[in-house]
């Protein structure tokens, strides 16, 4: 399986050489943009295409709303903040998602607790988060939802979209309407995927993208704040530009704000690279169900969409028998000039975050030790 599998990469990808497991790929308008911002001196935080790249994103993802900021990992980080999460309030998220998810939860002041996935989307499990609330969660007479065994507040649930799988969202936001804790999704990885014919990361309060260098577009580095809410995406907007009145002149600010905002050449890469998103979007369907066709004849377990949703196929995902099938795959792949890589390690197993709580984690533990990523640059 091994060699097979390497010789199909090889084979898709047309190439001796390394083969990445995600390289950023500028087909458009990139270098005029570029050039553009440096002729007009505006490259920095005043500019026309950090307006125009979040029109695009609103149009695109058919949000409301869409505030553009440095990194996926600021606009959670404020997303939560604006969600309500204070310091000391408990985030109900996933333990199998990348670092930055934790790593935003806790900079809004909150304290990680983790709920298990589900085998087919990878996202967080309805049926385990509907558990976990009846154990543990209760309504105080403030109306808000605290932790039975910690005593905390739950102000947030951060269900993410892996790999570009939607995960049962709408299930997921039914849940926690019941117990009034609203739902922040990180969509950092899902740009172009759609759970019942709407875009991920539109579903819960706040939704949040990430454009760094190795996601489906890419803007250098960048995220992006949407959402339905006209009043939080003004908070968003003015929390993250420093928290400036609006002055010609003078210099007002009315709270602590941040430097969060996305510059204006990182904007125009965004541009350019959402003029051809369909294009990108299609190729990268084409390489999945290439694997797709592969996997089936020989054998392998391929993950594809689940019923009702539509998948960007950002990282295309096997998931092999066993831990030692996998670790034999993963030497064989990367010594042969072919990169592929293991899932994250649990989140509840880094240090930082071995003391949060858990519900039961099975899912999440199997997966930690079958799920393989294959190279899924575009094609050309
Ligand atoms: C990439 C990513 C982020 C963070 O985005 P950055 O732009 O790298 O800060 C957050 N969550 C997930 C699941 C990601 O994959």
Redesign the pocket.
């Known amino acids: 399986m091994n060699n097979i599998l390497t010789q199909f990469i090889r084979k898709i990808y047309n190439s001796k050489e390394f083969i990445p497991l995600h390289a950023p790929k500028f087909l458009g308008n990139e270098k005029k943009y570029l050039n553009e911002c440096i002729d007009t001196t505006f490259v920095s935080y005043v500019g026309a295409f950090v307006t125009k790249f979040e029109e695009m994103t609103r149009d695109f993802t058919g949000s409301a709303y869409a505030v553009a900021t440095s990194?996926?990992?600021?606009?959670?980080q404020i997303a939560l903040q604006i969600a309500g999460v204070r310091q000391g309030d408990e985030v109900i998220t996933q333990p199998l998602?990348?670092?930055?998810?934790c790593n935003?939860i806790v900079h809004s002041g909150g304290t990680p607790v983790f709920v298990d996935v589900e085998l087919d989307t990878l996202g967080m499990s309805p049926e385990k988060l509907s558990d976990f609330l009846n154990e543990f969660a209760i309504i105080k007479d403030d109306g808000q939802c605290y932790n039975k065994a910690s005593g905390k507040r739950i102000s947030a649930c951060v269900p993410?979209?892996?790999f570009g799988f939607p995960a049962r969202i709408d299930q997921i936001v039914e849940i926690c309407n019941k117990y009034n804790i609203p739902v922040v999704e990180?969509a950092?990885?899902s740009l172009g995927s759609f759970y019942k014919d709407k875009h991920t990361g539109t579903f819960g309060k706040l939704g949040?993208l990430?454009?760094?260098g190795?996601?489906t577009i890419t803007t250098g580095?960048?995220?992006m704040i949407i959402t339905d809410d006209e009043t939080l995406a003004a908070r968003a907007k003015h929390i993250t530009t420093t928290a400036k009145k609006p002055h010609p002149y003078e210099f007002v600010h009315d709270e602590i704000g941040y430097n969060f905002r996305m510059p204006n050449i990182n904007a125009a890469v965004g541009v350019a690279q959402m003029e051809y998103i369909d294009r990108i979007l299609e190729n990268k369907r084409q390489t999945a169900m290439l694997y797709k066709e592969f996997c089936e004849e020989n054998g392998i377990k391929f993950l594809t969409e689940p019923k009702g949703a539509f998948s960007n196929y950002w990282l295309n995902t096997i998931v092999l028998r066993n831990l030692d099938e996998r670790n034999e795959f993963l030497k064989f792949t990367n010594e042969n000039g072919v990169m592929t890589r293991p899932i994250w390690r649990l989140m509840n197993k880094l240090p930082m975050f071995e003391q949060c709580q858990s519900g039961n984690l099975d899912n999440s533990l199997w997966l930690e030790e079958r799920v393989v990523n294959l190279p899924s640059s575009y094609r050309i």
């Open positions: 990194s996926g990992t600021t606009a959670l998602t990348f670092v930055a998810t935003a993410v979209h892996i990180d950092a990885e949040i990430s454009y760094n190795n996601k580095g960048g995220g």
